[in-house]
């Protein structure tokens, strides 16, 4: 993202100074990341052609591991209060962990009922297996009959953008009481119900889809209060309330 960004800008103090403003409005860990990958790549380009680029770049401690997690009281009011479109985002983001992206992109053609499973590209453009609940599975077999695009799409009956489903979500979670919470620490729930099970975080790294063992140890950084009890309970939760109503 960071060689993407700087691929657009005339490599020059202002435009870096412009780049780096531009970015304080973004969450604290989009902002850390960015900043130390561009840092990165400056410094290769101050390497190579004597510049002093990287010195426009702050460095920022790295930010806490974000706790928010959401209880399965709190999942049951958010499932309670949804209508069919945030009802199937739900169970993406909440059963499947996927990512914000990664739910919006799921379609049809990505899911194979031989197998029970769903490919998505994920993060790094790698493409990973998701097993799909069987509860989930009606859901989808019933979207597949209705209208053409992704399964969000085709549940809201129209094409839907990013920033429409984050209205959509604002004003579901303020319906249920739950303000503080957005669709990934629905995907942080899963991590943390997972390991709570298994204390496998092997499984929870495969889960997740990281490369890196360190980001899922930071995923897992202790939460004591908000999770759902186990993750047995949750796929129970799914199948017995998967199917769009």
């Not at 297996?129 to 399964?151: D, I, M, N």
Request: some cysteine; aromatic content about 8%.
């Amino acid at each position: 993202m960071a060689a993407k960004v700087l691929l657009e800008i005339p490599l020059e103090a202002k435009a870096i100074d412009k780049l780096v403003e531009s970015w304080q409005t973004y969450a604290s860990h989009t902002r850390w990341n960015r900043m130390r990958a561009t840092r990165r790549l400056l410094r290769e380009v101050d390497a190579a052609f004597g510049t002093q680029l990287a010195e426009h770049v702050p460095r920022m401690g790295q930010p806490p591991a974000k706790r928010t997690t959401a209880t399965e009281a709190e999942f049951l009011r958010l499932y309670d209060h949804a209508d069919q479109t945030m009802r199937l985002l739900l169970m993406l983001c909440g059963g499947l962990a996927l990512r914000w992206r990664e739910a919006l992109r799921a379609a049809p053609e990505h899911w194979n009922q031989d197998t029970h499973t769903i490919t998505l590209e994920t993060k790094g453009r790698r493409f990973k297996q998701f097993p799909v609940p069987e509860g989930l599975e009606q859901t989808f077999r019933y979207l597949q009959r209705s209208g053409s695009g992704t399964f969000l799409q085709r549940a809201a009956g129209r094409k839907i953008n990013g920033g429409a489903l984050r209205h959509r979500w604002k004003k579901l979670t303020k319906a249920a009481g739950c303000e503080h919470l957005n669709p990934h620490d629905l995907r942080r729930t899963a991590a943390v119900s997972l390991y709570r099970e298994t204390k496998d975080i092997i499984a929870v790294k495969a889960m997740l889809g990281h490369s890196n063992l360190n980001t899922t140890a930071y995923y897992l950084q202790p939460h004591e209060a908000k999770s759902m009890d186990d993750l047995r309970e949750r796929i129970k939760l799914f199948d017995a309330k998967g199917q769009v109503q």
